[in-house]
């Protein structure tokens, strides 16, 4: 068995991503490179293989293929800037730890404490916007204490920026090399582009860059391709050619490698998928039109969601997919580097992307590994990021001064809340019947207003000062939250019952408990015969259990008996898929009721994020106990 010691350099070295040498290494974790010799012998030995490969010169580094092959699962990687420890302090204070000790922190992330009472300091200035919060620190112990609200807007704006990161900053991406640099490889691929008169769509920039991160890393291992696939043929005269070899020509220079005719004609025919299709057949045309209505059909049947009018997402989802099929005519492997994250953060995308795949499969014959719905749920990801910027909360204004001051008004609040607010109407006085028929959702004046609607006012100054923007942030999180509650209230009620509650200590399989579930819900009228066929047949497809000790089974196709959700605690941990499962909930939903998933999976994801819940819940002695810790669990 391995020491603490000996995971945390596995950890180190899968976070690098990179050679690090056994002084470095030592340095980190307070020891010898002596030391650290004799641990990676360890950690071979107990593998019996070489996971831990060593070189006199550039230092130790993990064999992915013998991490995959030996089921080792990725941990998240050790937070590197002083963003993403800020981002980590924060989590581990709202979630896991009501108070964090400094010491065990510095050891647990490798920083110095010079470091820590930086981010700690920082903290501060961001936590300063938040009336409500207080960083407390007594000697080497640290506390947020203050306004569970407050809490959990801190930690949704930090998660934000995460997703940000996660769905649409290159960085991220550029990240994943150390060495070389691929924002200067971005750069002069767009100066090329620009020269060739050549444009690039926004959304598929990252995802071209991630394929020329690829290819520089093998050929820096003198690891060529010999052939490009038919598909990637591209003619030396056309423009993709032209770009693909000035820029290899230019790694060719900086890199001090070879460059190679198949590196260029395989970049060349990656980068003519990327663009627009106005060549393309008439049968791949209606190809294309049949699986993006597929595509939208299940999207809004099952998540509520349309992105029908969202043109980015079409020719971006389209050109992903022509570029997994050539991938998987040519067996190209498709490393997993955000599978983990999707699946343990993000489920819902994930789970997005699971659904789309099947509607990928029936249309095009394509079957897509998971690996390759990780990078589809990036796709769906950003999709829905955009799609939920749309949704804002209608405002009426009542200003009782001239227009020109009026609009100043607004506009400071458009350019501060313009994101989650829409000016619906402004008004020089209150009157009930007007308002009324425009129906907003909060009413701001800047005079004294009393009226019989049901609607929150709050009155705000002429000039919109600092008190007065953090009352309407609170205002607007306040009615964010009602509207969570009110959905999860409704969809408790309706869908988790009584019966359908059950406490194992007796069940010892995966299958066992898939079968007792299904068999439960027929034998009760809730669903049909095959309900049990169609759960297992997307257990195949990819496990739906989670790292955090649940699973979600649920059908490939929607539910032709009645919406209801299955509850079953495990007394004792049952093995499923890669993790050890005291929680499973079996979904079974109409097609009718499919908006109610969204709302689920808003409260399985919260449900990741508070293990103190999760721990209460799988301890729950009855199905009251359970209900009302459920309730508890809110944005």
């Not at 896991?96 to 820590?116: D, G, P, W």
């Not at 309706?494 to 819900?521: A, N, Q, V």
């Not at 908006?595 to 819940?613: A, E, I, K, M």
Request: aromatic share 8%.
């Amino acid at each position: 068995m391995l020491t603490k010691r000996q995971n945390h350099i596995i950890d180190i070295l899968n976070s690098e991503r990179r050679p690090v040498t056994g002084k470095e290494l030592g340095k980190l974790l307070g020891v010898s490179d002596r030391t650290i010799r004799t641990d990676v012998e360890g950690i071979n030995s107990e593998y019996g293989c070489r996971l831990i490969l060593a070189n006199r010169r550039s230092g130790y580094h993990v064999d992915y293929e013998l991490m995959k092959k030996h089921n080792i699962r990725r941990k998240a990687a050790i937070p590197q800037t002083a963003l993403q420890r800020r981002a980590y302090l924060i989590k581990e204070l709202l979630f896991h730890k009501r108070e964090i000790n400094l010491l065990e922190l510095q050891e647990r992330i490798f920083v110095s404490e010079y470091s820590i009472d930086n981010d700690i300091k920082k903290l501060r200035e961001l936590i300063a916007k938040y009336p409500g919060l207080k960083l407390e620190r007594s000697k080497n112990h640290l506390r947020l204490s203050g306004d569970e609200g407050d809490k959990r807007r801190l930690y949704k704006e930090l998660l934000m920026e995460e997703l940000k990161d996660n769905f649409a900053n290159l960085s991220a991406i550029a990240g994943i090399w150390k060495d070389f640099d691929l924002l200067e490889l971005g750069e002069e691929f767009m100066r090329i582009c620009k020269k060739h008169s050549y444009r690039i769509s926004e959304l598929e920039y990252p995802f071209i860059m991630l394929h020329a991160g690829v290819s520089m890393e093998r050929m820096l291992n003198q690891d060529y391709i010999n052939t490009a696939s038919e598909e990637e043929e591209v003619e030396a005269g056309e423009r993709e050619y032209a770009i693909a070899d000035e820029l290899f020509s230019h790694i060719s220079c900086i890199c001090h490698v070879k460059r190679t005719e198949e590196e260029v004609r395989r970049f060349a025919g990656f980068l003519k998928g990327c663009g627009t299709r106005e060549n393309e057949t008439g049968s791949q045309e209606a190809q294309d039109q049949a699986l993006m209505e597929q595509i939208y059909e299940v999207l809004q049947s099952e998540f509520d969601l349309d992105l029908s009018q969202d043109e980015e997402f079409r020719q971006g989802f389209l050109s992903h997919i022509r570029r997994l099929s050539r991938r998987q005519e040519s067996s190209e492997e498709i490393e997993d580097w955000y599978l983990q994250e999707l699946r343990g953060k993000y489920p819902l995308f994930f789970e997005m992307a699971i659904r789309v795949s099947e509607r990928v499969r029936e249309v095009c014959g394509l079957e897509l590994e998971e690996a390759q719905l990780s990078f589809l749920a990036l796709y769906l990801g950003s999709a829905c990021q955009r799609l939920n910027m749309t949704v804002k909360y209608q405002v009426a204004v009542i200003i009782p001064n001239s227009h020109l001051i009026s609009k100043s008004c607004v506009d400071k609040l458009l350019l501060r809340f313009g994101e989650r607010i829409t000016v619906a109407g402004v008004f020089s006085f209150f009157e009930e019947r007007q308002i009324r028929a425009l129906a907003p959702d909060v009413i701001l004046s800047t005079m004294p207003l009393k009226h019989q609607l049901d609607i929150p006012t709050l009155q705000i100054s002429l000039f919109l000062n600092s008190e007065d923007e953090s009352r309407v942030f609170q205002l607007l999180n306040r009615l964010d939250k009602i509207k969570y509650h009110r959905n999860f209230v409704a969809m408790m009620e309706r869908l988790m019952r009584k019966e359908l509650f059950h406490i194992s200590d007796s069940l010892k399989t995966r299958e066992e408990i898939i079968d007792y579930l299904c068999r439960d819900l027929y034998e009760k009228g809730l669903s049909e015969e095959n309900f049990r066929e169609n759960v297992l047949r997307r257990e195949a497809t990819s496990s739906t259990s989670f790292v955090h000790g649940f699973a979600v089974p649920h059908a490939t196709e929607v539910s032709e008996g009645q919406s209801c959700i299955s509850i079953l605690l495990l007394r004792e941990p049952v093995k499923w898929g890669n993790f050890n499962v005291r929680l499973v909930v079996l979904l079974a939903v109409r097609e009718t009721d499919n908006q109610l998933l969204r709302v689920f999976f808003d409260w399985l994801c919260n449900l990741v994020t508070d293990s103190g819940t999760f721990e209460k819940l799988v301890q729950a002695k009855n199905y009251e106990e359970f209900k009302k810790l459920c309730a508890i669990q809110q944005i």
